[in-house]
């Protein structure tokens, strides 16, 4: 069992923590107040715990950035102290809105939302994955007819090692889990969400992934 902490109660969040939970995690979702956690107490299961974001980043061993991408940056480095030594999972995307309110232009063009936060967080090994793709399949992704791709992106290899593990956990095989490389490499799997506003306008919010085929 390994202490996971979630930062962002949203759709993201609140699905990674019950798949993980089920797996025999202790698993804490990282809010941003006491009315958040009084709306969300009734739909989650009784043994996810909840906390103010900088007492989960302190007490879990892995941390998880399911925080809105265009503000992940300043609410991380503000926890810089608590995150130290622990790892971090980033799964966001840092975009502006477009006026519909879907995802639009990228917030670091020619770098990465990653990429800033290692930079950020020097004492923490970053790995990004999970970007690419709606937020039901991050825990379900054999209900896609095609097996879809998680990436990994990441400097630490021992900290990848244990992404995949957790990855695992949520329901996906080792033939679908592509590692890329350094932390560089999330540049490129961050601009594949240039596609998704694309994809839910013309189909609505079905289940799909950006994954490679071979």
Sequence with gaps: MT???ILGAGRVGTNLAGKLSAAGHRVTLGVRNSEETAALAAGIAPQIAFADQRTTARTADIVINATPGDTSLGRLAGLR???SGKLLVDVSNATRDADDGLPGDLCYPGSSLA???QAALPDTPVVKTLN???FMVMTAPETLSTPPTAYLSGDDQNAKKTVTGLLGDLGWQPAWIQDLGGITTARATEAMILVVPHILRRHGFEPFAVSLAR
């Design 3 to 5: 202490s996971i902490g």
């Design 81 to 83: 102290t608590e995150l």
């Design 115 to 117: 990429e800033q936060l």
């Design 132 to 134: 690419t793709m709606l």
